[in-house]
């Protein structure tokens, strides 16, 4: 049996209908991002981070995938997150050298 084995779908748990959509992925962050950095990203938007609730995505070797959720205190801050960053919003923000992607995703 792999050490990689993916999890039973009888252990995740379903997206219903009402479950609270307060989430974002973010994704192009540097593999050296920290928790610290993820927070500087979001800016005034890091005030309303759920605490524990900043996931950093690792790949298969255990190493950061460049990904992270991060679950806020309610969709409508993950919705601003998601707005361009034009719009007071992170999407297309920029962050070291790169561009960052922010969006809202289904979280329950």
Known sequence: ???????????????????IRNCIRLRGMPYSATVEDIMNFLGELSLYILPNSIHMVLNQ????????????CSPEKAGIAGLDVSKGGCHKK????????????FWS
């Open 61 to 72: 070797q255990g190493r950061p995938s460049g990904d992270a959720f991060i679950q806020l």
């Open 1 to 19: 049996m792999s050490s990689h084995s993916q999890i039973s779908p009888a252990y995740q748990q379903p997206i219903t209908p009402g479950c």
């Open 94 to 105: 920029t962050y070291g050298v790169k561009i960052r992607r922010s969006f809202p995703v």
